[in-house]
């Protein structure tokens, strides 16, 4: 990933054409990078040679890589993540989310700063929209505080209009945050719940060991002492038929527990690591599908993504969120050496 093309991408993404004197001048004079001209240079013929630049509207553009010959894309949008007319029906095969809730009294104390984020509450128009946008069986993972004196009947209305919205309630876990506990409140608390939905009946994760040995055996192929993932794998090798339960790709734990980033390295209050939505993932997705973050904040989903080898969709409606979120992705992909081509 490339800093000088993200500047210039994300510069002149509504002009119809820019200058190597503007580039020069906006990477050099506004942006201050010490970087020399022949570098500028070599940035912009680079993409124009493979048909990087294209513009697609305004505070949007395309990551792209290719993992095992596959493509592995990421879509970011500056942009109201409530408004999901941009997305095509039952187009989406997971969210996973973290709305910022407006309870005030919920939101102050301690080392919890969200007086400058936009907050909200739920309301059926949402619920209405993920559903719509969701294939059938689709997973929807929903961040949601630890039940308190304050919040339990707004948690109780997002139950309630999930289902009038047509999804199913599938299962609960915790998210254990490591050693960290936030003294707030009428108790401590170190714990958010991970709330997970399905449209309609839940879709077939869940690998059926049993039948999957049946067709190993039938087929003389000995999986003796094989877990049911190398069971799978084998299957697929000899092309045979893989059976699948309806659930996720496997038994739900009893709790996440990953400790958060300090203070000092997070880049919004409300971060999720980056091992946490991966775990998350494989348990609602299978590999190259597309899952969707409306209020995606840090990216770290986007990184997730990417590491587990799914497509995504990533929307930020705070502009200094948004470019604090663009540099926090640019930053993890760029240590994991990625080698992303971008559309704009």
């Not at 680079?46 to 095992?68: A, C, M």
């Not at 339990?152 to 209009?161: G, S």
């Amino acid at each position: 990933m490339n800093t000088i093309q993200m500047n210039l991408f994300q510069y002149f993404l509504d002009d119809e054409k820019f200058t190597i004197q503007e580039a020069t001048n906006l990477v050099k004079n506004i942006k201050n990078m010490d970087v020399n001209n022949e570098s500028i240079r070599a940035r912009i013929y680079e993409g124009v040679d493979k048909g990087l630049f294209k513009k697609i509207t305004r505070g949007v553009y395309k990551v792209s890589s290719q993992i095992n010959g596959k493509p592995n894309n990421c879509l970011l949008i500056n942009g109201d993540g409530r408004d999901l007319s941009m997305i095509e029906d039952n187009s989406i095969d997971g969210i996973i989310t973290d709305h910022p809730y407006d309870l005030n009294k919920a939101l102050t104390g301690g080392n919890r700063k969200f007086a400058s984020y936009e907050l909200f509450k739920y309301n059926q128009k949402d619920f209405n929209e993920k559903q719509r946008v969701l294939k059938d069986g689709a997973f929807m993972v929903e961040f949601l505080p630890e039940e308190s004196e304050i919040n339990f009947e707004y948690l109780y209305q997002i139950k309630q209009m999930a289902i009038n919205s047509g999804f199913k309630y599938f299962a609960k876990v915790p998210w254990k945050k490591g050693e960290f506990i936030a003294n707030t409140g009428r108790k401590s608390k170190n714990t958010e719940d991970v709330m997970i939905f399905s449209k309609g009946e839940p879709r077939a994760l869940k690998l059926d060991a049993k039948k999957n040995i049946e067709t190993a055996l039938k087929n003389n192929i000995n999986v003796k002492g094989k877990s049911s993932y190398e069971v799978r794998d084998i299957l697929v090798e000899n092309e045979l038929t893989v059976c699948y339960m309806k659930g996720t790709n496997g038994m739900l734990p009893t709790t996440f527990d990953y400790q958060p980033r300090g203070k000092n390295e997070k880049v919004m209050e409300a971060e999720k690591p980056v091992q946490l939505l991966q775990e998350i993932i494989t348990y609602i997705s299978k590999p190259y599908e597309t899952l969707l973050d409306q209020f995606a904040g840090s990216g770290n989903f986007v990184v997730a993504c990417f590491n587990t080898k799914r497509n995504s969709i990533a929307i930020e409606n705070d502009d200094i969120m948004y470019e604090k979120m663009l540099n926090n992705i640019e930053f993890q992909l760029d240590n994991e050496n990625y080698e992303i081509e971008r559309d704009i």
